[in-house]
């Protein structure tokens, strides 16, 4: 009887010892889970990644020529930017398509989803409370698109004449006319907005310069809408990421926007997008 209960008490301890593991180990398995922004993977220089071999980029689709569909392939200027990190790292780019207020509110890279966040996305001081960003990659200014026939040619003009106004939402577009009396609009997308331009149910848009030239090389576009202004708010895009961002891959990113832009790289992206030279656009 003693000894029984002496081996019983052993094999009791045992048990006791493995259920313990398994709960620690459950705990452990359960908290990485939960902590989706843990990365997986590391790149050259020990970057951290979301997903081993890959540089995973949040985005808002579509935004031409920034980022936009050819078939299934998404491509545009912001692509072939962090595709310049891409490389440098030893890793493919894959984006995710997401909603802009995701990314501009940090949330997107907070979570894990991305790791960087490129979407033609405004450096500003409420947006650096949430997101940490590289050096600006480009120079932005906003602009004005109108149906032919207005007589507008300034803000001015849109609210004297009672025009209806339109914005994309949670962009510094709909930031800037706001902070000049107007409540315009809010559409979802970029697309949205343009689509409630030609259907009549806004008379003007605002939004970023590069995309209103862009959508101006369309015939359908050009034959019925025309560019009444140029609204130059000093603005500069930055590649996004989490704040308190991995200082070897924010460094990773830095060093290949300056090296483009020293080698010629940058300029040879800028005119495959633009058809123009930094600093003739406009």
């Given at each position: 009887?003693?000894?029984?209960?002496?081996?019983?008490?052993?094999?009791?301890?045992?048990?006791?010892?493995?259920?313990?593991?398994?709960?620690?180990?459950?705990?452990?398995?359960?908290?990485?889970?939960?902590?989706?922004?843990?990365?997986s993977g590391t790149a050259a220089g020990g970057a951290k990644l979301v997903n081993a071999g890959k540089l995973t980029t949040?985005?808002?689709?579509?935004?031409?020529?920034?980022?936009?569909?050819?078939?299934?392939?998404?491509?545009?200027?912001?692509?072939?930017?962090?595709?310049?990190?891409?490389?440098?790292?030893?890793?493919?780019?894959?984006?995710?398509?997401?909603?802009?207020?995701?990314?501009?509110?940090?949330?997107?890279?907070?979570?894990?989803?991305?790791?960087?966040?490129?979407?033609?996305?405004?450096?500003t001081d409420e947006r650096k409370q949430n997101i940490d960003f590289s050096v600006p990659y480009f120079d932005a200014t906003?602009?004005?698109?109108?149906?032919?026939?207005?007589?507008?040619?300034?803000?001015?003009?849109?609210?004297?004449?009672?025009?209806?106004?339109?914005?994309?939402?949670?962009?510094?577009?709909?930031?800037?006319?706001?902070?000049?009396?107007?409540?315009?609009?809010?559409?979802?997308?970029?697309?949205?907005?343009?689509?409630?331009?030609?259907?009549?149910?806004?008379?003007?848009?605002?939004?970023?310069?590069?995309?209103?030239?862009?959508?101006?090389?369309?015939?359908?576009?050009?034959?019925?809408?025309?560019?009444?202004?140029?609204?130059?708010?000093?603005?500069?895009?930055?590649?996004?990421?989490?704040?308190?961002?991995?200082?070897?891959?924010?460094?990773?990113?830095?060093?290949?926007?300056?090296?483009?832009?020293?080698?010629?790289?940058?300029?040879?992206?800028?005119?495959?997008?633009?058809?123009?030279?930094?600093?003739?656009?406009?």
């Amino acid at each position: 009887m003693a000894l029984w209960s002496s081996r019983r008490r052993g094999y009791a301890v045992g048990t006791l010892a493995i259920t313990a593991a398994l709960a620690l180990s459950a705990c452990g398995g359960q908290q990485a889970g939960t902590d989706t922004a843990q990365p997986s993977g590391t790149a050259a220089g020990g970057a951290k990644l979301v997903n081993a071999g890959k540089l995973t980029t949040c985005t808002n689709i579509p935004y031409e020529p920034f980022q936009f569909k050819e078939g299934d392939k998404v491509v545009g200027f912001d692509v072939d930017i962090v595709d310049l990190a891409a490389k440098k790292l030893g890793v493919t780019q894959e984006i995710v398509d997401i909603d802009f207020a995701q990314i501009k509110s940090g949330a997107a890279m907070a979570s894990g989803k991305c790791d960087v966040a490129a979407a033609g996305m405004t450096i500003t001081d409420e947006r650096k409370q949430n997101i940490d960003f590289s050096v600006p990659y480009f120079d932005a200014t906003q602009a004005l698109l109108a149906k032919k026939g207005t007589g507008a040619t300034s803000l001015d003009d849109v609210k004297a004449k009672g025009l209806k106004l339109g914005a994309q939402a949670s962009t510094t577009g709909l930031d800037y006319v706001k902070g000049k009396g107007f409540d315009p609009v809010e559409y979802a997308d970029s697309s949205k907005e343009l689509l409630a331009l030609q259907s009549g149910q806004a008379d003007v848009i605002v939004q970023d310069l590069p995309v209103v030239l862009t959508w101006l090389k369309k015939p359908d576009v050009a034959a019925k809408f025309e560019m009444i202004a140029s609204l130059d708010t000093g603005e500069q895009y930055g590649i996004g990421l989490k704040k308190n961002a991995d200082p070897v891959l924010l460094k990773a990113i830095n060093d290949s926007i300056e090296t483009a832009k020293k080698d010629g790289t940058y300029e040879q992206i800028f005119v495959k997008w633009f058809g123009k030279k930094p600093g003739e656009l406009g």
